[in-house]
């Protein structure tokens, strides 16, 4: 398990601290993002280009994990991000705001528990609107 959760906390530091250069250590060469993020290749890079854009739209972001479940290889994780939108983000006009919104995601592992293999993500940005 403290494997597999490195992995998870790997993945979403990124968010906080802007710094993707770890990412490539536990996203395997042809991991997808399912969905893209909306101008991005579903490719490492295009998830990279947007956590930027991403931490680029709202000042004083921050990403929580809420909770992980792990059964074998499948990894589910719900995620509270919260910051004050000040660009347009997925569409969705600023309002200068501080914003609390959620989110679920799912990753699957490779068997050694060493590399995401896919995500699948899910934001309610209902919050935003």
């Not at 006009?93 to 528990?113: A, C, I, T, W």
């Amino acid at each position: 398990m403290d494997k597999t959760y490195n992995i998870i906390k790997t993945f979403y530091q990124s968010f906080n601290t802007g710094n993707t250069d770890n990412l490539h250590l536990i996203l395997s060469n042809d991991w997808v993002n399912h969905p893209n993020d909306p101008g991005q290749s579903a490719n490492i890079d295009g998830f990279k280009a947007g956590i930027n854009e991403f931490r680029d739209a709202f000042d004083s972001f921050e990403l929580k994990i809420i909770k992980v479940i792990v059964d074998n290889n499948d990894v589910a994780v719900h995620i509270q991000m919260s910051g004050i939108q000040v660009k347009e983000f997925a569409g969705i006009s600023p309002k200068n705001e501080f914003v609390v919104f959620y989110g679920f995601d799912r990753h699957l592992l490779n068997d050694s528990h060493t590399k995401i293999l896919k995500t699948w993500h899910f934001e309610d940005f209902s919050n935003l609107l």
